[in-house]
């Protein structure tokens, strides 16, 4: 049985493979030569350095990345012209502005496709593998899609956002979510007025993004916090406060009454315990353990525990984070490669641990919406299910079909003689192997090594000799073609989707 305690890990067991697995979870996986900079660290070092990101340099984001202004709203001249137009009966006039339109959303859906590519690229590169492991987080946390909001820049802003607060404060980010364009849109709250509240972003504030489905509120507390929202909505690219839409009057909520607005509403909320151990809960499934099923005993009491200590230190995320990543429970037999890689996981963590060439950003955006996840497109404000639902038989035929992409260059629905052009050198994955003077590697030390690096756990016995056999069979010669034989196959296996 895991531990279910806080305490952390005894520094000296915080080994090679420890770091991997930090490196792994907190972010993207590493290189080898990674892991052992990340190992020569300590428990303490490696955690803080992973933790606190903000001291590592980063390529910044460029405010003029893309376009602001494909779907700008219509000024006051082209409305008058518009209206004028109905009036008479223009078609040709109304036409005109349909046909402007459309070409505006189709030019709106290419910057979105090249938005996916630079978070892809962004996944990859980064030196901050955590900032961009919690930013996907937040993304699946707090779902927004883009069709229901056809605006792409608005979700280049609030890829911003939440990676702007990824490991700061849960109050941030639940403040700034209602102040956020994309969301208002999506949720409908641009619609709400006090003549008539829309309770699409009430409701899913407390059940989706802060305290659980049916935790603590009731219906009454919903249409209250509806009313408390009426009036928040943006103009353009900003949050703007309509106070003619705005319902003044007494509200109550949890039991509490008074003039509210959007930041009590929140204020409320978060004075709710159920937060903290919803917010630990899910965190705990994205970095710990995701297994189908209520969490066991040791778990329950963990997440307990964390969400005390989220309490405690007034929703804080960086506390937590180095809590989690230094305790025992994390580091347990029973946690390792017990998730279930999400696609853009499998995608960027063999690339960041194989080294392999990243290919084409345009093929590996369309592998990860093959496997289930699209970014910026979650299936609903639920956001992605996870766990086992990653996994059928057309997403793992995919899966193989992404990593042999990754190792060769070559496409499943392409020509033999059809690839990228880039070479994958596989053998920095082995050279540390290397014997003493001129000795080459032992076969089974080259096969032992990449089995436990790809898969996360000791290998078993029977699947180094079928990998041993493999090289045998093929001359017994360790270049570069046979490793990526043996990564290929390694891929293969059921136990490569586990993280």
Known sequence: MAINSLKPLDPS????????HLLNRAGFGGTPEQVRGLAAMGLDGAVDYIVDYEKVPATPINADEFDTDIMRPADAEDRAEFAAARRRGDEKTLEMYRQERQRRQMEDRQQMGRIQRWWIKRLIETPRPLEEKLTLFWHGHFATGYRAIEDSYHMFLQNQFLRAN??????????????????????????????????????ELMELFTLGEGNVYGENDIKEGARCLTGYTFDDDQFTFREQW??????????????????????????????????????????????????????????????????????ALKPILKTLFKSQHFYDSGNTASLIKNPVQLLVQAIRSLHTPARNLGALASATDLMGQTLFFPPS??????????????????????????????????????????????????????????????????????????LGTPPNSSRVKTLVDYVDANGGELDNGTVIAVLSLIAAMPEYQLC
């Open 246 to 315: 705005h319902d003044t009057g007494k509200k109550t909520i949890f039991g509490e009454t008074g003039r509210f607005d959007g930041v009590d509403f929140c204020k409320l909320i978060l004075t709710q315990k159920p937060v903290s151990e919803f917010i630990s809960w899910k965190l705990y499934r994205y970095f710990v353990n995701d297994m189908p099923g209520e969490p066991e005993a040791d778990s329950q009491g963990f997440i307990v525990k964390l969400a005390r200590e989220f309490r405690d230190a007034n929703y």
């Open 166 to 203: 990824a490991n700061g404060s849960f109050v941030d980010l639940v403040y700034g979510i209602i102040r956020d364009p994309a969301m208002l849109k999506y949720l409908n709250n641009d619609q709400n007025r006090k003549e008539n509240p829309n309770e699409n972003l009430a409701r």
């Open 13 to 20: 067991e915080f080994d090679y493979w420890k770091a991997q």
């Open 381 to 454: 404000v639920k956001g992605w299910d996870g766990g086992r639902a990653w996994i059928n038989t057309s997403t793992l035929f995919v899966r193989q079909n992404l990593m042999i992409y990754l190792l060769t260059g070559r496409r499943p629905d392409a020509h033999e003689w059809e690839f990228d052009g880039d070479e994958f050198d596989a053998m920095h994955l082995i050279s540390h192997l290397r014997q003493s003077g001129e000795g080459g590697v032992e076969v089974e030390a080259a096969v032992r090594y990449p089995l436990r690096f790809n």
